[in-house]
């Protein structure tokens, strides 16, 4: 992983912010509210408003780009960046935009991000995942993805047991866990 300085790091941290919100506005007019079924499997796990601000796109024939700042991020000696074409879904603040049929699970996960988002707003959320991938070497590090997989387990183990992702996530954010 290159060494960086705060500059740079800010930098990258807009210019993921950039892609975030410009990802969003493209994705966004295609996108649906969630179903009934969907809601029902989530339902009592997040807040009325984030599921109502929420809308899922599942995309056929077509990938998510990745960003334009790719090629210089690999100029600067970055490697194993997230290939965006190859996720199951990616979050754009309140946009879930999938490559595959979305799961109870998947979309869990991914709404897991629209509470991040919803908590941290966008810059600081783009702040936080290029810090953790700078801490932890990789996507399978950054504290973002992290808190989503663990409550997305949570899930999936009991279904039934109902818990706040909202205050789950405000936790993280209070204890500075990002």
């Not at 007019?29 to 989530?42: E, F, H, M, T």
């Amino acid at each position: 992983m290159p060494q960086l300085s705060a500059e740079q790091i800010a930098e990258i941290s807009r210019l993921v912010a950039q892609y975030i919100i410009a990802q969003r506005e493209g994705f966004s007019p295609q996108a649906v509210p969630l179903d009934a079924a969907q809601r029902a499997a989530i339902a009592g796990f997040f807040l009325p408003q984030a599921l109502d601000a929420a809308s899922v796109l599942v995309l056929h024939g077509k990938r998510v780009e990745n960003p334009p700042f790719y090629p210089m991020l690999a100029g600067m000696g970055f490697s194993g960046l997230p290939d965006f074409s190859q996720m199951a879904a990616i979050t754009f603040r309140d946009v879930v935009v999938s490559h595959v049929s979305l799961s109870d699970g998947l979309l869990f996960h991914e709404l897991v991000h629209v509470e991040q988002y919803r908590q941290l707003g966008i810059p600081r959320f783009a702040e936080l995942y290029v810090q953790g991938f700078l801490a932890g070497g990789g996507y399978d590090a950054i504290p973002l993805e992290s808190n989503a997989y663990a409550l997305g387990r949570r899930f999936e183990g009991n279904p039934r047991q109902r818990f706040s992702v909202a205050e789950e996530v405000g936790k993280w954010v209070r204890e500075n866990s990002f």
